[in-house]
């Protein structure tokens, strides 16, 4: 079982991806995809007139501020277009793909964190009225459900909380958390850049090994976003993943390049 999350930044050749997946699932593999939607979510967001609003925690952590209306919005780009598009492209190439949300079936469930401390202008600020969390519980039966009756499922976030509300939650912790219930061999997190920098953004500077024993250490070198990527590496080979691979998702067969240890290798 391999666990793939690809990210929903610009510059991701997703007709790659699908065909990559479609040949190695035909092949045998078994398989659940986890996909993101930040950069189509934040276009259409400012096309609605509610531009996206990031907040960073006083432990340098960014993430999307969720209000209602963002939530919906966001629920509008992640489980209609990029859900949608993602399981055609697969259809097409003759996978039976079924995309879910997290909310569907519980397949994500975690608590719903109502209040988040944000930093603004060297200030820690406590804002009200989001709706994310993080993802603590994995309904696997359904997942094995699915994969045994040859079903290749295609997950995004949101979340359901244990009370049955829509939470954001992390893409790249979600997969860990997937790819830990499945007792995935591999968790693949596949992005617009070759895997963690040392130098970002000079795409020279690639970690290629980065000891199981050791995974906050790339912690150091990621900044924003890539933080969230290293603590769901972290979390995916203390669950008992095999392999975590930071690979890029903008190549031809991307999934294949990872998999033979293209990108930073964390094992
Ligand atoms: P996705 O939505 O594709 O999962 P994210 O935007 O969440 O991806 O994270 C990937 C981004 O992290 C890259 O596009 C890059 O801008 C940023 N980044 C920050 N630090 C690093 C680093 N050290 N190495 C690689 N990328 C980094």
Redesign the pocket.
């Known amino acids: 079982m391999i666990v793939v999350?690809?990210?929903?930044?610009l510059g991701?050749d997703y007709d790659a991806l699908c065909a990559d997946i479609a040949e190695l699932w035909k092949a045998g593999q078994r398989l659940v995809l986890v996909h993101?939607g930040?950069a189509e979510t934040n276009r259409i967001a400012e096309a609605l007139g509610h531009p996206p609003r990031f907040v960073t925690s006083p432990s340098g952590y960014t993430s999307r501020f969720t209000d209602r209306e963002t939530l919906e919005i966001f629920e509008m780009v992640y489980c209609g277009k990029m859900n949608k598009g993602i399981v055609e492209r697969l259809q097409r190439h003759g996978v039976n793909a079924l995309g879910l949300s997290g909310l569907d079936g519980r397949i994500l469930e975690g608590k719903h964190k109502d209040s988040v401390r944000s930093v603004e202008n060297g200030k820690v600020k406590v804002l009200r009225g989001d709706h994310t969390g993080t993802v603590e519980r994995v309904n696997t039966d359904l997942l094995e459900l699915l994969l045994s009756s040859g079903y290749l499922p295609v997950l995004t976030p949101p979340a359901a909380s244990f009370e049955g509300v829509a939470i954001n939650v992390d893409?790249?912790r979600a997969a860990a958390a997937v790819a830990t219930a499945l007792r995935a061999e591999a968790l693949l997190?596949l992005?617009?850049?070759p895997?963690?920098?040392?130098d970002?953004?000079d795409e020279s500077s690639l970690i290629a090994h980065i000891p199981a024993s050791d995974v906050e250490s790339g912690l150091e070198?990621?900044?924003?976003?890539?933080k969230?990527?290293v603590l769901g590496a972290a979390e995916a080979v203390a669950g008992g993943v095999g392999r975590v691979v930071f690979g890029d998702?903008r190549i031809a067969s991307p999934v294949r390049a990872a998999l033979a240890g293209r990108g930073t290798v964390v094992s």
């Open positions: 999350k690809v990210g929903g930044s991701i993101g930040s893409g790249d997190l992005s617009n850049v895997g963690l920098l040392r970002f953004p070198f990621a900044q924003d976003r890539m969230k990527k998702a």
